[in-house]
Nanobody
Framework: HVQLVESGGGSVQAGGSLRLSCKAS????????VGWFRQAPGKEREGVAS????????YYVDSVKGRFGISLDEAGNTVYLQMNSLKPEDTAMYYC??????????????????WGQGTQVTVS
């Protein structure tokens, strides 16, 4: 069973930055694909960004392109989500999860599993 732990959330003003971390117990746990999702109150969970660690393929939802960046640390067991130029509409609980490499591009909630507990991001 893969365990993912998110951290790095907080409260920032619009235009600010945060870096979220998604740590796995082993790099092999996240060797296929890791995605970041978010869920605002009253809304469905949506995919934000994902990465296939080996080749480094990355995928983003249109609303964050140019502002967010997903990356992997050298040890290969932590995935970061760098969030810049934050907007109030980015306010949500952010989760990471795993998927197969073939499903990574989809950012489809149904194709991801091993969800972490989430970290709250609030932009005012």
């Amino acid at each position: 069973h893969v365990q993912l732990v998110e951290s790095g959330g907080g409260s920032v003003q619009a235009g600010g930055s945060l870096r979220l971390s998604c740590k796995a117990s082993s790099h092999t746990d996240i060797s296929d694909c890791v995605g970041w999702f978010r869920q605002a109150p009253g809304k469905e969970r949506e995919g934000v960004a994902s990465i296939v660690p080996g080749p480094g393929f990355t995928y983003y939802v249109d609303s964050v392109k140019g502002r967010f960046g997903i990356s992997l640390d050298e040890a290969g067991n932590t995935v970061y989500l760098q969030m810049n130029s934050l907007k109030p509409e980015d306010t949500a609980m952010y989760y990471c999860a795993t998927a197969t490499s073939l499903a990574c591009y989809s950012l489809s909630r149904e194709r991801f599993s091993d969800w972490g507990q989430g970290t709250q991001v609030t932009v005012s």
